[in-house]
């Protein structure tokens, strides 16, 4: 039976992080308070950009479905690697996958936009830009996403026991599955999710270099 003193610290001190605010979010929401939404992370060109929005955006998230999925991640995949790696090394992987998420978003979205310059544009698609610049990500997925990168490296044929079901899945192919719906949410559902594919992306190849560079520099402390 899970509990939450089971988890080591960092993993346990994210996940409660993540949990209060979509909790403080939730209720400012009721009173009609958009206060929250100053936390997400808009692009450097809105007139709300701030460079905090950097570390706060990860610690948000935008509904319930995105909250469970951050949770899960770091119960099955956080709690391990910082049990192999420990509390400081694992801290800086998670806060260095969510923020090079962020920059990498940022970079990929003024490439796109720059090639939409000059070029004669139906309505939807300068729709699609002026959508790009004022929506705010929110949401803890580039780090997830590195977590995951990290231990399908480390651990592919790893049996998870699922919550729901008496089955044990390998790791691999859990978080081929895992993965593919949250992109397919990315690419199907929404504008705002189309936007944060590029944090999911970015949090996945941060994560994968961060662990290859790891290994090959500090392999006697690393795993």
Known sequence: MFRLNDLPQVTKNILLLNIMFFVVKFFLETQNNIFMYNLGLY???NPNFEPFQFVTYFFLH?????????VVALMFFGAPLEKVWGPQRFFIFYISCAIGAALLNQLAIFVELSFLVGQSLA???I???LMIISIPVFGATGAIFGLLAAFVYL???TEINLFFFPIHVKAKH??????????????HESIYL???????????????????FWKKTDQKNFY
Not at 62 to 70: I, K
Not at 174 to 187: D, H, K, M, N, S
């Open 174 to 187: 859990f978080i081929i599955v895992f993965a593919g719906l949250e992109l397919y949410r990315a690419f």
């Open 43 to 45: 692009y450097f060109t």
């Open 62 to 70: 935008d509904d319930s479905l995105h909250l469970v999925f951050t």
């Open 194 to 212: 189309f936007i944060a594919n590029y944090i999911h992306l970015g949090g996945a190849l941060i994560g994968f270099v961060l662990v290859l």
């Open 123 to 125: 309505f939807e698609e």
């Open 127 to 129: 729709l699609k830009p």
């Open 155 to 157: 651990f592919p044929n």
